[in-house]
């Protein structure tokens, strides 16, 4: 039967999350999922032979965050630190120097001192004209962009002042066997008072009080008195006609304004796995004229700017990241030329020639998540007015339809995890309480 009290549509983490704990009350539910897999933006793939596994989408417990946590230790999924040393690469020179934001006080005075918001860009242009903040804008606009994925034309100054002041104990972790085992874990809850389909693109949403119904493309409809919309932004955000987009009946005209002011950004993700972890050899050593050891994180200039090893374990697999604007603009481009792209920059960085570095590169995965029909972004940003947005975005329609992700999450971790599963669960939780009261 195609008819639950409960529909969730989106089967990442802040969908299983709504769904086991609906489930565990004894609710029936039943989750659509337009991918052939649960997930979402959590993409764990294991070599069939090595058993390793590699994180193609989110990869880190970025802090100790409680929801994740809590939740890992109550699946006995054991974590590592992930904590590890950032060493900067500019114009030919290494560093480790940790304040890589010139004149980071003279910025932060000036936010502290902002009683109107405005976005980050605009206030650079304003307030940091001169060529003597050409490096510390650029290095705003590579944070903005490479670390929160956002573009720093509507970037919120407000959000990036709360975000930059936040208590950051800076501790990282990463989930042994990878993050889909957390998944995994809330999919056998759930499991146990109701159903998870694959392959089940949502299409269209009819709405009335206290009933609603989903279409997929292929025409099936189900049906239940309640919905939880678990789909990225990005998707809320696509117009119709495109693949995984979803068209209201009656359109939600307040809900679509609020999607299409909210911020979602752009990211790749580069895999690349090599003979050996060679930024750790002598011959590196020797040829950059510096030991490399210790390095987690890598940041630079180059096309591709950022880069990650698997620190502390001595894995071979180098992880490439661009974000924002820089990542939106190589939507169309080819896998084998962000690719190319990846192997330029490394070998700029580390003077080696493009071709010995294909060489020894065993194999590789390029991850474009804009492109991805199911996803079409990466994760959320602040904007401006994205407060009274969320606000809009969080009040349920007619007590029937109810939307969850990591983008309706009010507290620091934005865009994480953690924020998707605390979204989740507050929805699940404000569900429960519409039915008892
Ligand atoms: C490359 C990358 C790296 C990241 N790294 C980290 C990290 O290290 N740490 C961290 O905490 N966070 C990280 N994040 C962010 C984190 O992955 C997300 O915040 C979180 O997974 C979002 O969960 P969600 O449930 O809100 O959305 P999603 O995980 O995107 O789930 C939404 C689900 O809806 C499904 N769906 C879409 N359209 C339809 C439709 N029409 N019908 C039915 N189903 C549909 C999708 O297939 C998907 O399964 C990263 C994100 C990306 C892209």
């Known amino acids: 039967m195609n008819t639950a009290d409960i529909l ?24 659509l999922e337009a991918d052939n897999r649960i997930g979402g933006r959590i993409y764990t793939q294991h070599d069939a ?23 890992l230790n109550e699946a006995g999924i054991p974590y590592r630190s992930a904590s590890a040393s950032m060493v900067q690469y500019n114009e030919g020179v290494f560093s480790e120097d940790e304040s890589f934001i010139e004149h980071w006080d003279l910025l932060i005075d000036k936010l502290n001192s902002l009683q ?37 034309q509507k970037a919120s100054c407000f959000a990036l002042r709360k975000e930059w002041q936040s208590d950051d104990d800076n501790a990282q972790h990463r989930v042994e066997g990878g993050y889909v085992s957390l998944m995994d874990f809330l999919a056998r809850e759930c499991r146990a008072g109701g159903k998870i389909l694959l392959n089940t693109i949502v299409k269209d949403i009819y709405l009335e009080p206290g009933k609603v119904s989903a279409i997929t493309v292929g025409g099936t409809a189900f049906h239940a008195q309640r919905m939880i919309l678990a789909v990225p932004l990005g998707v809320l955000k696509a117009g119709n006609g495109q693949t995984g987009a979803i068209t209201f009946y009656p359109p939600l005209k307040a809900h679509a304004e609020a999607i299409q002011q909210m911020g979602f950004g752009a990211v790749i993700k580069i895999l690349l796995e090599f003979d050996e972890p060679f930024w750790y050899s002598k011959q590196t ?28 374990e001595q894995s071979s697999v180098f992880t490439g990241w661009i ?7 190589k939507k169309e481009m080819t896998d084998e030329n962000i690719l190319m792209q990846g192997l330029q920059s490394l ?3 580390f003077r080696l020639g493009v071709e010995e570095l294909q060489q020894r590169l065993k194999t590789w995965k390029v991850v474009n998540w804009t492109a991805k029909p199911f996803t079409q972004g990466s994760y959320a940003y602040d904007t401006i007015n994205a407060s009274a947005c969320r606000r809009t975005l969080n009040t349920p329609v007619d007590g029937t339809l109810f939307f969850a992700g990591e983008y309706l999450y009010e507290g620091t971790a934005m865009g994480t ?16 309480d519409t039915i008892s009261g």
């Open 285 to 312: 050593e020797e040829r950059i004229g510096r030991s490399l050891d210790q390095m987690g994180y890598l940041l630079s200039g180059e096309e591709i700017p950022t880069w990650w090893t698997q620190f502390p």
């Open 417 to 432: 995890i953690e924020a998707a599963l605390t979204s989740g669960r507050d929805v699940a939780e404000v569900i429960q």
């Open 49 to 71: 032979v090595t058993g390793k596994h590699i994180e193609l989408g989110a990869e880190f417990v970025h802090g100790d965050l409680p929801v994740t946590l809590g939740l």
């Open 116 to 152: 109107q918001d405005t976005s980050i860009e605009e206030l650079m242009l304003k307030e940091f004209p001169g060529d003597e903040y050409n490096r510390m804008r650029a290095s705003v606009r590579q944070f903005v962009s490479g670390y929160d994925t956002g573009d720093p």
């Open 347 to 349: 070998a700029n960085i």
């Open 323 to 329: 974000g924002g604007p820089d990542a939106e603009a």
């Open 8 to 31: 969730i549509v989106g089967a990442g983490a802040a969908g299983l999350m709504a769904a086991r704990e609906l489930a565990n009350a004894g609710k029936k539910v039943i989750v």
